[in-house]
């Protein structure tokens, strides 16, 4: 049965426990960084950072929104990485069958590097990144290993807010909605004077990213550009892949 | 806490106040979002918007350092508009007692006060009484001189205007604040306030909290499910820390550690028990006699008799008026007075205010033992770079100790929840836990003393000692034995069997207990209570949270405190849908109650708040040094010229040292302008020697930083990443400017008062990430606990023009 994490952006406080805790189990590298005027860092995704924390602040008529995305690959049912990558080195990225993990596997050695930056170009939310000392494309791996085992995956595990949950897509699926159904009731329940001075309805747009096509699904509160430029994708994965697989068919057939 | 993390989620609303709770306790926002899932309004009310604002529903800027105009204008409120709980105010606080004609209080001065010590004499304070020597009292709360109307009046000058001219908080703000949470008057709701360090590091640290815990009493809120007064408290233990007096004030258990104004134990005993003619008062502190004994029993073993007063003797003794706290150690260790000492797990080359001062300080010592899991600025402080290794005298010697996976043992959560936590790992290298460091150290110096006799070497040598160091016989002697046969009631102890609980402890040496808050604990060979993990619940459990059978909380596994104050004088809960005991058939169910005794009405009833020696919870509270209501004063540097609440600027009896190091600006000093607030941060701990040593946690905080705001940046040229000087008169320190929509200037007092914040965890050992912050801050304190004023000084900002401290 296909497996899915959903993460409620409302809950998370930023701790950077997923980011370090998902580190800590893949044994990485800690990566030099600067303080550059941000609380995120690494600034951006690399080889040694499957998750990474964003944060984006905003002011608002005298209001501050200050927006956590917990970024990670959104194990796309479809996945772009991989039918760009099936028409270099076949099954360097597979998808689980069991679960729906989409999974950078050691063949990716095999890619060259401008083959690596084509995946990484295909993918909506420019995610997996190239190991220059190996040669692999990486990305989260949703903790596979852990899930064949019956454990849920390290971020997961480690959210102790409970932004994070684990398990059957179905059941991910109706959780996010159940959310999105409180919000928007939450912001249409007629508030007394004091309630809307605290509220800050006027600005929310709660929405599911993308949930149809995703094995990760996210639920924001504000508008998604707000969180990070790939937050939500600006092109259908489906047709995308479509494209691609169209591509892909002759050269196969070429290969018999 | 007076309640526990779990319980948080029972609150109606939820004040965040003096914390950063989010960042600095992530856990226990799991508990403020269940608060906000069943509805409740989550205020956070800090000098800037952090990762805890942006999950409450509201935040509310607030200058640093005006906690008390803040909550006195809300004192104000709630008497105005009449939203006290009326029952518990009159039943349980000492809302009617009665003054006696000595206190006043007049411009910023209470009765007592010497100009030529800097102290109170509090026999003004007292109450009047009558003849049995029961405080008189006016229930109807109407009498001018009960505290009810000495609280109206003190808080009358904390209108409005005066109050959002000083903080810097919007009226409209103000009233928001107001109204919501005082709305937890009403009987069947709650409150909870989270507080930490931005309460505590003030020279009005222990008034920010009195005024926190009178306005939960006002409203009923202590007690109950969902309310309390909750100190969050620090991860490397400070719960079970202070409980076991790593404090040189106290003695464990929080007993006053003994002066030379007290030779006797007799002596002692009379000063520090007190004493009440009420019989509905428990005046638990009346039985300190039989805790005292055990610890000095527990101490001294066979050692200890009736005939030596157990060993008081023995004890050192402090100097009454001394101040033995660090701040003033370290002024001693300036002056060349101390040649040696130990320093185990404190980085005081970072974390100590004027740390210039602290570094001076260390190279007048001969010698220096450090215990640290990594190097540190206080091991090395004779490397640093800015001084010349040849030039420095000490001899240190570096400790290596064990991480807390590597050892059994506890920890207190701030909930006092004492829990027991398994050796994971083997100590790596030769490092060892600290409890072996010092029964070795002791062995050793004690083998010294047989052989050399020396001064003074029954002083240690009467003390039992462990031939090793072991957690759970720690544990076992923490909760004390009996030394002889004792049969209470109708059952039989033998020797050496575990005390079940603290009312068994005795005064007469049958007992041991090296803490009474602990005994309970461990009452019986093989059940460490500290070990327990059941999650069974009553149903009426269950709806609290309340988890009894999870670990052991002191004391005697109480997990809500105060809780007869939860339900009214005939025993019927004040909340009837989250009762927190209930009074069934001749007994209490629920919580274990804060005294088993029947609802207060009936003829045996007691008083809910048994630690006051009058049983009832302080509204008016003699007990702190610097005045029985707390006052606004201006932090020891402030932005302004004038205090408009009175004509004292700043806390009459704050504590100063007064080294040539210790330089303060003036009021208003136009050097230094800006205020400075400083902090932790979630990904690294403290004075950061254990986090910068931790790779993914410095790659998710690299350097020195401080946040700003858009507006003062513009002023000062100032760009997001650039690097900059921020100088205090104490010194400087280079950090990154991280600008921020987060922080905004204030208006106060009619102009423009801008407020940065720094963390304080970056140190030199760690290359190119900047040095200690605390470089900056003043060595000013307050008077009841001598915590620095970390939270508020003044400093200026400019771009740097050549980086020293920072590899960019």
């Known amino acids: 049965m296909a497996k899915s994490i959903f993460i409620d952006t409302t809950r998370c406080t930023a701790c950077r426990g997923c980011q370090v805790a998902c580190k800590q189990w893949h044994d990485h590298e800690a990566v030099p960084t600067k303080q550059t005027g941000t609380h995120q860092n690494p600034p951006d995704l690399t080889p040694n950072n499957f998750k990474l924390v964003r944060f984006s602040e905003h002011k608002i008529d005298g209001h501050v929104h200050w927006l956590f995305f917990p970024d990670q690959c959104r194990h796309c049912l479809q996945p772009a990485c991989k039918a760009t990558a099936d028409m270099y080195v076949e099954d360097a990225i597979v998808v689980d069958e069991a679960t729906g993990i989409v999974v950078c596997t050691e063949k990716t050695k095999e890619l060259t590097k401008d083959q690596c930056d084509e995946i990484i170009d295909s993918c909506p939310y420019n995610i997996p990144r190239r190991n220059e000392i190996s040669g692999e494309l990486v990305k989260c791996d949703m903790c596979i290993d852990r899930v064949q085992a019956g454990l849920v995956p390290m971020c997961v595990k480690s959210c102790c807010t409970g932004a994070m949950s684990f398990g059957e897509r179905e059941d991910m699926l109706i959780k996010a909605k159940l959310r999105l159904t ?29 949930e149809e096509d995703l094995g990760v699904i996210y639920f924001l509160e504000m508008p998604r550009e707000m969180y990070h430029q790939y937050a939500g994708r600006e092109i259908k994965p489906l047709n995308r892949a479509d494209f691609l697989a169209g591509l892909a068919k002759p050269f196969k057939n070429m290969l018999g | 806490m007076t309640q526990h993390w779990i319980d948080i989620k029972n609150a109606n609303a ?33 000098p800037k918007f952090s990762r805890t604002s942006a999950r409450s529903d509201l935040h509310v800027p607030l200058r640093s350092g005006t906690d008390i105009a803040f909550l006195g204008g809300m004192v104000k409120y709630i008497l105005e508009n009449d939203l006290i709980q009326k029952e518990y105010v009159a039943e349980y606080t000492n809302a009617a007692f009665i003054l006696g004609d000595g206190y006043t209080f007049e411009d910023g001065l209470f009765s007592g006060f010497d100009p030529a010590t800097g102290k109170y004499d509090k026999t003004t304070w007292a109450f009047a009484k009558d003849e049995k020597g029961v405080p008189l009292r006016d229930k109807t709360l109407q009498n001018p001189r009960c505290v009810y109307q000495l609280l109206k009046k003190h808080y009358d000058r904390y209108n409005l205007d005066r109050v959002s001219s000083i ?13 919501t949470y005082s709305a937890t008057g009403k009987p069947d709701k709650a409150g909870t306030m989270m507080y930490a360090l931005g309460w505590t590091q003030h020279s009005v640290g222990c008034q920010n909290i009195r005024l926190g815990c009178m306005i939960q009493l006002l409203l009923g809120n202590i007690g109950v499910a969902g309310g309390g007064v909750n100190a969050l408290r620090g991860e490397p233990n400070v719960q079970g820390s202070t409980d076991h007096a790593l404090l040189w004030h106290i003695l464990p258990g929080y007993h006053a550690v003994p002066t030379t104004a007290w030779p006797t134990l007799t002596d ?63 002024d001693r260790m300036y002056e060349g007075k101390i040649k040696g000492g130990m320093i185990f797990g404190h980085n005081p080359a970072v974390s100590m205010p004027n740390t210039h001062k602290i570094r001076a300080a260390l190279k007048n010592l001969d010698w220096l033992v450090v215990g640290e899991v990594h190097d540190t600025e206080t091991a090395s402080f004779w490397r640093n770079p800015s001084e010349d290794p040849k030039k420095i005298k000490t001899e240190v010697f570096l400790l290596p100790s064990c991480q807390r996976g590597e050892k059994d043992g506890t920890t207190s959560n701030s909930g006092r929840w004492h829990q027991w936590h398994h050796k994971g790992y083997e100590p790596a290298g030769e490092s060892r836990s600290m409890g072996w460091m010092l029964v070795e150290i002791g062995k050793r110096v004690r083998a010294l003393y047989e052989k050399e006799k020396g001064a003074f070497p029954e002083g240690l040598l009467s003390h039992t000692w462990p031939k090793e160091y072991n957690a ?9 034995v009996f030394t002889r046969d004792v049969t209470i009631k109708d059952k039989t102890y033998k020797k050496g069997d575990q005390v079940p609980s603290f009312p068994s402890l005795q005064a007469d040496g049958s007992t041991t207990s090296l803490n009474w808050l602990y005994c309970g604990c461990y009452p019986e060979a093989g059940k460490n209570l500290a070990k327990r993990r059941d999650l069974t619940q009553t149903p009426m459990q269950a709806k609290l949270g309340l988890f009894p059978s999870y670990t052991w909380a002191w004391p005697v596994n109480r997990r809500i405190l105060y809780n007869r104050a939860s339900v009214d004088p005939k025993g019927n809960p004040f909340n009837p849908e989250l009762p927190v005991i209930l009074w069934e058939g001749g007994k209490w169910i629920g919580d274990i109650p804060d005294g088993g005794a029947p609802p207060m009405a009936e003829e045996k009833g ?24 707390p006052e606004h004063y201006e932090p020891a540097e402030t932005p302004i010229a004038k205090n408009p609440f009175s004509s004292r600027m700043n806390n009459p009896c704050m504590k100063v040292a007064k080294s040539d190091m210790d330089l303060l600006a003036k009021p208003a ?27 993914y946690l410095l790659e998710a905080e690299p350097q020195q930083y401080v946040e700003m705001s858009h507006e003062l940046a513009a002023e000062k040229g100032i760009k997001n990443g650039d690097v900059v000087v ?32 720094m963390p304080f965890c970056f140190g030199w050992t760690t290359p190119g990430v900047g040095d200690a912050t605390n470089r900056l801050t003043p060595s000013v304190g307050d008077p009841n606990t001598t915590i620095p004023e970390y939270k508020a000084c003044l400093v200026n900002i400019r771009k740097a023009d050549k980086v020293t401290e920072l590899s960019v």
Request: some cysteine; hydrophobic content about 35%; overall charge negative.
């Open chain 1, 182 to 210: 409180e919000a928007q009731a939450e912001i249409e329940r007629p508030k007394s004077e004091l309630e809307t001075k605290i509220a800050c309805d006027v600005h929310k747009s709660c929405t599911i990213l993308d």
């Open chain 2, 268 to 330: 002692y005993l009379k000063a520090n028990t007190p004493v009440t003619n009420d019989p509905k008062s428990l005046n638990w502190w009346g039985n300190r006699p039989k805790y005292v004994v055990s610890l000095l029993k527990g101490w001294f073993g066979d050692n200890a008799t009736a005939e030596n007063e157990f060993g008081y003797g023995l004890l050192p003794k402090a100097e009454p008026g001394v101040d033995y706290a660090s701040m003033f150690q370290f």
């Open chain 2, 606 to 629: 007691t008083y809910p708040f048994i630690m006051q020696s009058e049983g009832h919870g302080h509204l008016f509270g003699p007990g702190r040094v610097d005045g029985p209501f």
């Open chain 2, 14 to 46: 939820v004040l965040i106040m003096g914390s950063n709770a989010a960042e600095h306790h992530p856990i226990s926002f799991k508990w403020v979002l269940k608060a906000k899932d069943a509805g409740a309004k989550v205020i956070h009310v800090d």
């Open chain 2, 669 to 695: 000093d136009p050097k230094y302008p800006i205020v400075l607030t400083t902090y932790s941060l979630t990904e690294h701990w403290c004075g950061g020697g254990d986090t910068r040593n931790t790779p």
């Open chain 2, 167 to 179: 903080t810097g908080v919007s009226k409209e703000n103000l009233l928001i604040v107001y109204e």
């Open chain 2, 472 to 480: 759970d016989e720690m544990a076992r002697m923490i909760n004390g």
């Open chain 2, 726 to 757: 921020v100088e205090s008169i104490r010194g400087k320190v280079e950090a990154i400017a991280m600008v921020t929509v987060r922080i905004v200037p204030f208006q106060v007092e009619g102009k423009t008062v801008h407020l940065i914040g």
